[in-house]
């Protein structure tokens, strides 16, 4: 409806602006058959202008496309099941209410049109014909007669033919069958059915109809008395009804035709109005059709050839995820899409590496080992995603993961993971993921390579429409040429050999080896430049020893890249995990860097009354499990409080966040969306009435701490 709804808008002023230039130059005047071809035109122009679209090519250079950096986001287990309420919404939408009206509205002008032709098939019926020269006449005394349609004239037998009055009239009923007039009122009275909304086409049907008068007013009087004419015209009394696709003889106005019968018909006014209307048409015409189409000639990638492994998920007994029919499985369909990267890649610079090209077992470790031999620049590995039946019909779309930060490679395989997911945002026909994603548990191919690594989860074989979609060649074709084209942009970007980017030294680099003002970053946050933000990073790193400290020196374009000016001369990034590190003591002495030392920190932290843990061993609980929790919840929370408050039909994932404490009370309670319809409002309200929950368990102590905890709302209409 919204694509019609514009294609009418179109419509409704290209016949507009035709119309006012026929109002201001050309109405009332002489040249009556001109204007008849005019008004037709202006119909046909109207309606196909915006129809057509004609493209002006235009070539321009693309310079080496720029990634846009995303953030990553963690996923975790820290929810319980999902639960899902499910409401039928009933009522109809705006935008569904206006369909049915337009729908309506244009079955009531049918049903006029077919009527009309009812009632002349009736009088045709009843009524005796005379065919003289492919004239039929039809004798009648039928109110609204004498009048003509198509090649019949219906005539009045009140009205006599022979005499001057009946010969005029005769004559006037003629020439709008020998000049065809009632095929221009079944065109804009069918046009009209559907269009019936524009104003401009009625305003066309009026003075169609009465340029038809006006040509056969002048045959009729021809050699004839004009002012006789005109006075019976004054006289006659009118019908009681007429037909809309008919020429009934008395027609109003009358002002207008007697007017036009005593106009001057030697008057040469009106030529400039016709010729102008010749760049007006193209005017139009251009503005409706002709479209600026630019072709950017993307940059290819000429530089030094990189090796890029590609990894089908799975293989042999592993069958991975398993759609819910149990017919279509994970490993076939992965294997299927890395086949078409490699037959789609026409790059000679870009080698592509299969790990499997049939249907074997490889264990995650020979996977990272195969990985590693090959000395690749970028590691890729492609999978389909799973859930269980009962969220399957809301799991849907792809997602990009990359390893976790402590696992390195971080910076490279989020660039590269965001050029992904820039690429199917544009043109891919499921959801897709908007950042980046880490999980809490690596993902070993990941966490074990030797470069950049993204695994990609191209939808959910679980979900119906993801499935539908994903068996089709052209998926397949579009997943491969997305990532061939991400591959490419960030060889473009990097112009340098993609290398593994985790280094593990134990000292920050000297200062006399980096170049002044250069950019320092700990930790992912920004210290500054120069001098005084060295000593910044000095000072924070002071009197810890590191198990693994990361540093990574920047380049000045990579740096701009990912900081702007302020990494215009290149950037330091250090970077370590606190669970990692440990403290001097204040006698110069270390504690060891062990587990038990971190248990014995993390002891340390649960003793403390003050200390919110956002991750711990075992999360709260609802008292009774998550049946209890699912019983309370569907029995609590009403479905159909969205449909209350105007929500569309759709799918919606509330997530509330609140504290639990350690004796089991709740507080804190905030919404992290907002999708409104008042559904975070009765999710805290709900929470907030509720149990107190079983508080959350870190190295079996019990302590206070957040959680999180989603509620989606389904609303479907019937």
């Keep these: 409806m919204l694509l019609f709804s514009f294609y009418l808008l179109k419509v409704i002023i290209c016949s507009g602006v035709l119309f006012a230039y026929y109002w201001l130059l050309l109405r009332n005047k002489i ?57 039928h919404k009933n009522n109809f939408t705006v935008e569904q209410l206006v369909s049915l009206l337009y729908v309506l509205t244009t079955m009531v002008f049918l049903s006029l049109f077919i009527q009309v032709f009812i009632k002349i098939h009736t009088l045709l019926q009843h009524h005796q014909q005379t065919v003289v020269d492919n004239i039929c006449f039809v004798n009648t005394t039928a109110k609204g007669t004498p009048f003509s349609f198509l090649k019949y004239i219906f005539w009045n037998d009140h009205i006599e033919i022979n005499t001057i009055t009946g010969n005029q009239i005769f004559k006037h009923e003629l020439a709008h069958v020998q000049q065809k007039h009632s095929y221009d009122k079944l065109l804009i009275n069918a046009v009209l059915i559907f269009f019936w909304c524009n104003p401009f086409f009625w305003l066309v049907r009026k003075e169609l109809h009465i340029i038809h008068e006006f040509m056969a007013d002048k045959i009729a009087v021809e050699d004839s008395d004009t002012e006789a004419f005109a006075a019976m015209i004054l006289q006659a009394t009118y019908p ?17 035709r007697l007017i036009m019968l005593t106009k001057n018909k030697n008057a040469k ?138 696992d390195g490679n971080t910076f490279s395989s989020k660039l590269f993971a965001s050029a992904i997911i820039n690429e199917f ?44 979609y994903l068996q089709t060649e052209a998926a397949k074709e ?42 320092y970053v700990l930790n992912d946050k920004i210290m500054g ?40 001369n290149g950037a330091v990034e250090l970077s370590y995990d606190p669970n990692e590190t440990t403290a001097l003591q204040s006698n110069g002495s270390k ?50 409080i969205p449909i209350y408050n105007g929500a569309p039909a759709g799918t919606y994932r509330v997530i509330v966040k609140f504290i639990v404490s350690k004796d089991g009370s709740i507080s804190n309670i905030e919404p992290e969306t907002k999708h409104g319809y008042g559904m975070e409002t009765a999710a805290v309200e709900l929470i907030e009435k509720g149990p107190k ?14 959680k999180k905890q989603p509620i989606t709302f389904v609303i479907e209409d019937q």
């Design 31 to 87: 040249f009556h058959q001109y204007n008849r071809f005019y008004l037709l035109a202006s119909i046909g122009l109207s309606l196909l202008a915006p129809l057509m679209q004609i493209n002006i090519l235009h070539y321009a250079d693309s310079p080496a496309p720029a990634i846009k950096l995303l953030q990553v986001v963690t996923s975790s287990n820290e929810y319980l099941d999902e639960i899902v309420l499910t409401a």
């Design 693 to 706: 929950w079983k508080p959350a368990v870190q190295n079996n102590l019990i302590v206070t701490a957040y």
């Design 478 to 519: 579009t997943i491969a040429k997305n990532v061939l084209a991400a591959i490419e942009k960030y060889a473009l970007q990097t112009e340098t050999t993609i290398t593994n980017d985790k280094v593990l030294i134990d000292t920050i680099p000297k200062k006399n080896e980096l170049p002044d003002n250069i950019l």
């Design 529 to 568: 430049s120069g001098k005084e933000a060295s000593n910044k990073v000095d000072k924070e790193l002071n009197n810890k020893v590191f198990k693994n400290l990361m540093v990574k020196i920047i380049k000045e374009k990579e740096a701009i890249i990912k900081y702007g000016e302020l990494g215009k």
């Design 269 to 406: 006014a009106g030529y400039i109005g016709r010729v102008l209307v010749l760049p007006l048409a193209v005017l139009l015409f251009a503005a409706f059709t002709l479209k600026t189409k630019t072709i950017i000639n993307t940059p290819v990638y000429h530089g030094k050839k990189i090796t890029v492994v590609l990894d089908a998920g799975h293989g042999g007994k592993d069958f991975g995820t398993v759609s819910l029919n149990g017919k279509i499985i994970e490993k076939d369909m992965a294997l299927s899409i890395v086949k078409k990267i490699q037959s789609l890649n026409t790059n000679p610079n870009i080698h592509l590496i299969l790990i499997r090209e049939t249907d074997i077992y490889q264990t995650p470790p020979e996977k990272a080992d195969f990985n590693n031999a090959q000395h690749p620049d970028l590691f890729i590995s492609i999978h389909v995603n799973g859930t269980s039946k009962d969220s399957a019909a809301i799991k849907t779309g792809m997602s990009v993961y990359v390893f976790r930060k402590s």
């Design 591 to 640: 504690t060891v860097d062990t587990a038990s030392s971190n248990a014995n920190r993390n002891n340390f932290d649960a003793k403390s009354d003050d200390k919110i843990f956002t991750k711990v061993e075992n999360e709260p609980k609802f008292p009774g499990g998550d049946s209890a929790w699912k019983h309370y919840l569907q029995k609590n929370l009403n479905p159909a």
């Design 425 to 468: 945002t544009n043109n891919y026909k499921i959801p897709v993921g908007k950042l980046p994603v880490q999980q809490e548990v690596g993902i070993w191919v990941l966490k074990q390579s030797v470069c950049p690594a993204v695994l990609i989860e191209t939808g959910y074989i679980t979900n119906k429409k993801d499935l539908a």
């Design 240 to 256: 009681q009804h007429q037909f809309a696709l008919t020429n009934p003889f008395f027609y109003s106005p009358i002002k207008r």
